[in-house]
């Protein structure tokens, strides 16, 4: 077993900017990266995200916030291609009948905590109606969670409609802030601070290159399963380096979650959709997730290779002007690839959560301390 040396209490951690796993030296797989390294390589898909932090005295600390994933302008009047999968059930996905029974994903994607799903849920309605303007349709929105309490005064309800809104406004293409931010601000990973990580992965065929983007809200996993790459992180950092963050008695270590959002711009139908999304499970597994009793370890894949497709939009009038409507899917002999790509993108969006998160605190002093990057590197064997 390697050893990191010396414990947590002797380092110094200086603030500079949230750095990445690759600037560590750990690269994940062998295919190659988006232009930004994040889910927002896929084509016209953007995120948006609101951290909300607060510590007054005699109020409890506030960290957790929301971060919203809107595959293309357009989504909110023409879907795209779906599916889902459940490593375990201990959490809370809206709309995904919706997604399992037609194939479609109709909304934006939100992620928060798990006690403000119901007006997350609510503002990205009143949003898809502003969108649309008023009409007879309905709304399912797709927003999950995770729990941030031992973080953040999650009874509180601090996430607000506004929150959710300016999330949406201000919504960009390009590098995607990581760590302790938006959703993922009060979150844990594997005993160390967690949040939102994200990575890509691209590819060349026949007909173009397609792009496999990732982005995770983790707040799953025990320090002693944590691996990186097959290395033993968790057993090298053990607690009598870096302290896990005390839990009460009647929090089970290796609760809490994570959320995956698996995004691409291969055609791909439902059903193929819904086999990537199994596949990030194994990235998870890979990381040294067992989907715990009570962690919900929800997935959620889309593709946006069949739009711009004109017939395939919701008519409100129901008409059928085409009753055949063309769409494309790839041969099955790149589903492999594919799954490839997933497996590899979602284990590095893991790790950049860890290694950009920052150390927070949160009710009654419980400290969840961000991994050291150094230590990090040495248990890694990574070369100076």
């Known amino acids: 077993m390697c050893d990191v040396g010396h414990s947590f209490n002797m380092l110094k951690r200086i603030a ?5 796993a690759r600037e560590l030296g750990i690269v994940i797989g062998e295919h190659p990266t988006g232009e930004h390294n994040s889910i927002t390589d896929v084509p016209g898909l953007k995120v ?10 005699g109020a409890s600390p506030v960290n957790t916030g929301v971060t919203v994933i809107v595959p293309y302008d357009q989504i909110w009047n023409e879907p795209v291609f779906a599916g889902a999968h459940r490593l375990n059930g201990s959490g809370e996905m809206t709309g995904l009948e919706w997604i399992r029974e037609s194939g479609e994903l109709t909304s934006a994607i939100a992620l928060t905590n798990t006690h403000s799903v119901g007006v997350v849920r609510d503002a990205m309605v009143r949003a898809q109606v502003e969108a649309r303007g008023e009409g007879l349709y ?4 797709v927003v999950a969670e995770t729990y941030d309490g031992l973080l953040s005064d999650i009874n509180g309800h601090h996430v607000t409609a506004k929150h959710v809104a300016e999330a949406l406004a201000g919504a960009t293409t390009g590098p995607v802030q990581e760590g302790a931010v938006g959703g993922g601000t009060g979150m844990i990973c594997h005993d160390f601070k967690g949040g939102i ?17 990732i982005l995770v809200q983790s707040n799953y ?14 057993e090298r950092i053990g607690a009598e380096i870096i302290p896990v963050p005390e839990h009460s ?15 691409t711009d291969a055609p791909l139908l439902p059903h193929q959709c819904t086999r990537l999304a199994q596949r990030a499970a194994l990235a998870i597994g890979r990381m040294g997730g067992t989907g715990e009793q009570y962690s919900g370890d929800l997935i959620i894949a889309f593709s946006t290779g069949n739009r711009n497709i004109p017939p395939y939009a919701w008519d409100e009038n129901h008409r059928v002007d085409e009753p055949e409507i063309p769409v494309r899917m790839v041969a099955p002999q ?3 690839r594919l799954f490839d790509l997933t497996v590899e993108a979602t284990e590095e969006a893991i790790v950049n959560c860890l290694v950009a998160a920052e150390t ?17 590197r040495k248990a890694m064997n990574v070369d100076t």
């Open 16 to 20: 500079v900017k949230p750095i990445r």
């Open 48 to 57: 948006g995200q609101v951290t909300i932090q607060r510590d007054e005295p």
């Open 138 to 141: 309905w709304s399912l929105p």
């Open 197 to 213: 990580g994200t990575s890509s992965r691209t590819m060349d065929t026949t007909q173009g290159s397609y792009t496999v983007g």
């Open 221 to 234: 996993g025990r320090r002693e399963r944590l691996r990186i790459n097959g290395v033993p992180v968790g």
């Open 249 to 263: 008695q009647r929090f089970e270590r290796g609760s809490g979650s994570i959320v995956v959002v698996v995004a």
């Open 334 to 336: 790149l589903m492999t």
């Open 360 to 376: 927070t605190v949160g009710p009654h002093g419980v400290t969840a301390h961000a991994i050291d990057h150094a230590l990090l």
